[in-house]
């Protein structure tokens, strides 16, 4: 019997190379793919949808790929969808980026700009939110299973979403203001931070991913 | 709870051997960037900095393949720099599975091409090296222009301004080191790094002339880094990575222990 996929959808922005590497250490029983055909995607037990870049870009090469239509497929099949940095931006409604950008509208909120005068007790912040921050899980649920509360995360961004469902934040991060860094909904989770490059934090919540029941 | 402050080694490599140096692998590995990579990452860094030094185009072949081999080994940001000259050279250090790059004599020559890679793999990725020198006399306001070629050539540009225009153009991070304390382990240019942190919006990395761990306290707290590089004093074990961050904590600096 052939082993379960792990999907990786990739259109063209960014590095993948690295959450299939992470995906490969932690989820050995699974065969991972790198892929922008919808067959294998579709196909997959489970699905990354990760995402680097401008939002205006990575909008357009979703709709381009039909990505659009297929994400909210997958996630109404039941199956587990975890959304990566953008990949998260683009299950919101809309984001600020660019001007203004229409998105998936998996997760009802909004995506923000921090503003290039964010500060903090008095310090003036960088923009972008560059390194190592803390998550507080808000909220217990399978992909925190064996990660401490206030762990660190790998962040970089400059935009940050702001879920519109209070009960859908299962982890927030504060930086000049509190966000929301962590969203789930059913079978689907999304991370503001890089998992891949999150070390043994990291690890850990994409092995959970690997093995979360969501009942599909 | 805060952003934390990242400590950086950072590995010199020539046709796929790290160049310093390095005490703490023992002799079979000696001087292989990949486990000296993987080791830095045990050890808790926050980040990798793999700065290219080969010149012939069969050594950036190899770059290519070590940078790939720590990437799926290595779970944390990794930078690469040294040659990145085109966007074609950007994507094959992407797609080899470098997060950022570092561009240092390119931009000077070119500066559209900050703006270019910029457009097309976003600044976050984007890395622009900057080794400045003090050219003030005694006595006079401080002034500091950067130099190319290992600090030998003059380019007559004020750094301040350049780090300025160059996040204008879209360069997500600057990494300034200082060619006067470069090697000396006398603590990084405290003024120059000031200076730039707070003339910029994006992270500034400090780099040049760490020789003990207060240096890279007062990096932060006086030089107003985000973030601080170093490369000899991990590599000949005269501190580990976890010894730098518990020193900077217990000195009241976030840091990711």
């Given at each position: 019997?052939?082993?379960?996929t792990?999907?990786?959808?990739?259109?063209?922005?960014?590095?993948?190379h690295?959450?299939a590497s992470?995906?490969?250490?932690?989820?050995?029983?699974?065969?991972i793919?790198?892929s922008?055909?919808?067959?294998?995607i579709?196909?997959a037990?489970?699905?990354?949808?990760?995402?680097?870049?401008a939002m205006?870009?990575?909008?357009?090469?979703?709709?381009?790929?039909?990505?659009?239509?297929l994400?909210?497929?997958?996630i109404?099949?039941?199956?587990?969808?975890?959304?990566?940095?953008?990949?998260?931006?683009?299950?919101?409604?809309?984001?600020?980026?660019?001007?203004?950008?229409e998105?998936?509208?998996q997760?009802?909120?909004?995506?923000k700009f921090f503003g290039e005068?964010?500060?903090e007790?008095?310090?003036?912040?960088?923009?972008?939110?560059m390194g190592?921050n803390?998550?507080?899980?808000t909220?217990?649920?399978?992909?925190?299973?064996g990660?401490?509360?206030?762990?660190?995360?790998y962040?970089?961004h400059s935009y940050y979403?702001?879920?519109?469902k209070?009960?859908?934040?299962?982890?927030?991060?504060?930086?000049?203001?509190?966000?929301?860094?962590?969203?789930?909904?059913?079978?689907?989770?999304?991370?503001?931070?890089?998992?891949?490059?999150?070390?043994?934090?990291?690890?850990?919540?994409?092995k959970?991913?690997?093995?979360?029941?969501?009942?599909a | 709870?805060?952003?934390?402050?990242r400590?950086?080694?950072?590995?010199d490599?020539?046709n796929g051997?790290?160049?310093?140096?390095?005490?703490?692998?023992?002799?079979?590995?000696?001087?292989?960037?990949?486990?000296?990579s993987?080791?830095?990452?045990?050890?808790?860094a926050?980040?990798?900095?793999f700065?290219?030094?080969t010149?012939?185009?069969?050594?950036?072949d190899?770059?290519?393949?070590?940078?790939e081999?720590?990437?799926?080994?290595?779970?944390?940001p990794?930078?690469?720099?040294?040659g990145?000259?085109?966007?074609?050279?950007?994507r094959?250090?992407?797609?080899?599975?470098?997060?950022?790059?570092?561009?240092?004599s390119a931009?000077?020559?070119?500066?559209d091409?900050?703006?270019?890679a910029?457009?097309?793999?976003g600044?976050?990725?984007?890395?622009?090296?900057?080794?400045a020198?003090?050219?003030?006399?005694?006595?006079?306001?401080?002034?500091?222009?950067i130099?190319t070629?290992?600090?030998?050539?003059p380019?007559g540009?004020d750094?301040?301004?350049?780090?300025?225009?160059?996040?204008a153009?879209?360069?997500?991070?600057?990494?300034?080191?200082?060619?006067?304390?470069?090697?000396?382990?006398?603590g990084?240019d405290l003024?120059?790094?000031?200076?730039i942190?707070e003339?910029?919006?994006?992270?500034?990395?400090?780099?040049g002339?760490?020789?003990?761990?207060?240096?890279?306290v007062?990096?932060?707290?006086?030089g107003k880094a985000?973030?601080?590089?170093a490369?000899?004093?991990?590599?000949f074990?005269?501190?580990?990575?976890?010894?730098?961050k518990?020193y900077?904590?217990?000195?009241g600096?976030?840091?990711r222990?």
């Amino acid at each position: 019997m052939s082993k379960a996929t792990i999907a990786v959808i990739d259109y063209g922005m960014g590095n993948l190379h690295s959450v299939a590497s992470a995906l490969e250490h932690v989820a050995p029983n699974h065969d991972i793919v790198v892929s922008s055909e919808v067959e294998v995607i579709a196909n997959a037990e489970r699905i990354i949808f990760p995402g680097v870049g401008a939002m205006r870009d990575c909008m357009a090469e979703i709709k381009r790929l039909n990505f659009h239509r297929l994400v909210p497929e997958l996630i109404a099949s039941g199956k587990p969808v975890l959304g990566i940095c953008v990949g998260m931006q683009a299950l919101m409604t809309h984001s600020e980026e660019n001007g203004g950008v229409e998105a998936i509208n998996q997760l009802p909120g909004e995506v923000k700009f921090f503003g290039e005068h964010l500060t903090e007790n008095g310090e003036r912040l960088k923009v972008p939110h560059m390194g190592w921050n803390t998550v507080s899980q808000t909220a217990d649920h399978p992909i925190w299973h064996g990660i401490e509360d206030n762990a660190h995360f790998y962040f970089v961004h400059s935009y940050y979403a702001k879920s519109e469902k209070k009960d859908l934040v299962i982890g927030s991060c504060q930086y000049g203001l509190e966000f929301d860094v962590v969203l789930a909904k059913d079978n689907l989770a999304a991370v503001q931070f890089h998992p891949e490059k999150s070390h043994s934090n990291g690890l850990q919540l994409l092995k959970n991913f690997s093995q979360w029941n969501t009942g599909a | 709870m805060a952003l934390a402050k990242r400590i950086i080694p950072c590995l010199d490599v020539e046709n796929g051997r790290v160049v310093k140096g390095v005490q703490f692998v023992d002799i079979r590995d000696a001087g292989d960037p990949v486990e000296v990579s993987k080791r830095y990452n045990e050890q808790g860094a926050d980040e990798i900095t793999f700065l290219d030094i080969t010149a012939t185009h069969e050594g950036r072949d190899t770059t290519v393949h070590t940078v790939e081999k720590i990437a799926s080994e290595v779970f944390i940001p990794l930078t690469v720099g040294g040659g990145i000259r085109t966007v074609d050279d950007i994507r094959t250090m992407l797609n080899a599975g470098a997060d950022k790059v570092s561009i240092n004599s390119a931009a000077i020559f070119n500066p559209d091409f900050v703006k270019e890679a910029a457009d097309r793999f976003g600044s976050q990725c984007i890395v622009v090296a900057i080794d400045a020198k003090c050219v003030s006399a005694e006595g006079e306001p401080k002034r500091w222009e950067i130099f190319t070629h290992g600090g030998r050539k003059p380019t007559g540009i004020d750094a301040v301004e350049w780090a300025k225009k160059m996040t204008a153009f879209g360069a997500g991070e600057i990494l300034l080191t200082s060619m006067d304390q470069d090697g000396m382990k006398n603590g990084f240019d405290l003024n120059v790094t000031s200076a730039i942190s707070e003339a910029v919006h994006v992270p500034v990395i400090a780099s040049g002339g760490v020789g003990n761990l207060q240096h890279l306290v007062d990096g932060v707290k006086l030089g107003k880094a985000d973030a601080v590089l170093a490369a000899s004093i991990f590599h000949f074990g005269e501190y580990s990575v976890p010894e730098a961050k518990q020193y900077m904590r217990d000195q009241g600096v976030e840091v990711r222990l």
